[in-house]
């Protein structure tokens, strides 16, 4: 055996590590470099709920002046108890607010309410207008935009 056949595999052994230490110097400066994306919190999806928390916060803003009977953040489903106005204490009013789904959208949105009269002392059902309640889901939802609107800002 030569000297120089002695040295070659040395040599090897040096490309190896050089190798080895070029491969593990790029894979930290890959790491290092890497951004990672921030998250969008006036996205038109967020929740920390089941359910799309602007369209949430804005039902609970916009019926706040009723007595609340029940709430399921989960389900998205808010009933009011019986309210009556003190202007008109004759007529009174109960509201289901329905979040279905965890987009802001018009569509994931359904308002249902319920009126009684009060006739000789006795609470009677009564028609709803069909505008009272498209008026109840526009303001939610203009709430839910405004609030939306806010957190991009």
Not at 69 to 86: C, E, F, K, R
Not at 117 to 137: H, I, P, R, Y
Not at 141 to 151: E, Q, S, V, Y
């Amino acid at each position: 055996m030569t000297a120089s056949m002695i040295k070659r595999p040395s040599n090897f052994r040096m490309l190896g590590r050089a190798g080895l230490v070029a491969m593990a110097a790029l894979a930290l400066v890959s790491c290092g470099g890497k951004k990672h994306p921030k998250a969008d919190l006036a996205a038109s999806r967020v929740t920390t709920i089941g359910v799309n928390s602007y369209l949430w916060r804005a039902s609970l803003e916009a019926l706040s002046f009723m007595p609340l009977l029940q709430t399921d953040s989960n389900g998205g489903v808010i009933v009011t108890d019986w309210y009556a106005n003190p202007n008109n204490p004759g007529e009174r009013m109960k509201v289901t607010v329905t979040i279905l789904d965890q987009d802001l959208r018009a569509d994931a949105l359904r308002v249902a309410a319920s009126r009684q009269v009060s006739q000789n002392g006795v609470w009677q059902d009564a028609a709803v207008q069909a505008a009272t309640v498209q008026k109840l889901e526009d303001v939610i939802l203009t709430k839910a935009r405004d609030l939306r609107n806010g957190a991009i800002k």
